[in-house]
Nanobody, 120 residues
Framework: QVRLVESGGGLVQPGGSLRLSCAAS????????MGWHRQAPGKQRELVAT???????NYADSVKGRFTISRDNAKNTVILQMNSLKPEDTAVYYC??????????????WGQGTQVTVSS
């Protein structure tokens, strides 16, 4: 059974920083793209950033220059470093991973979400 477990959310003042972490556990052959999405109240879930197994990154325009995504393949972990946070970054942040099982099957997994609140 594959699980994604997030940590690191919380309350921060505008201009502050937070670091989100997501670790994949279970039995699988490989993890391909990992990423972070977020969903604010009353809005659709949106992509924040992704990172391929080779380290290629992609960011939403709204977070470019402020957020950095990275991964540790040995630890099956993806990190989102968020700097210069704004109130509009307030949302539940979800980790996801494209995982290859033993055999040909691939599945997309999601974490349970972690709340990030940016407020003074």
């Amino acid at each position: 059974q594959v699980r994604l477990v997030e940590s690191g959310g919380g309350l921060v003042q505008p201009g502050g920083s937070l670091r989100l972490s997501c670790a994949a556990s279970g039995t699988f052959r490989a993890i391909y793209t990992m990423g972070w999405h977020r969903q604010a109240p009353g809005k659709q879930r949106e992509l924040v950033a992704t990172i391929s197994s080779g380290g290629n990154t992609n960011y939403a325009d709204s977070v470019k220059g402020r957020f950095t995504i990275s991964r540790d393949n040995a630890k099956n972990t993806v990190i989102l470093q968020m700097n210069s946070l704004k109130p509009e970054d307030t949302a539940v942040y979800y980790c996801n991973a494209d995982i290859r099982h033993f055999g040909a099957r691939r599945d997309d997994y999601w974490g349970q979400g972690t709340q990030v609140t940016v407020s003074s």
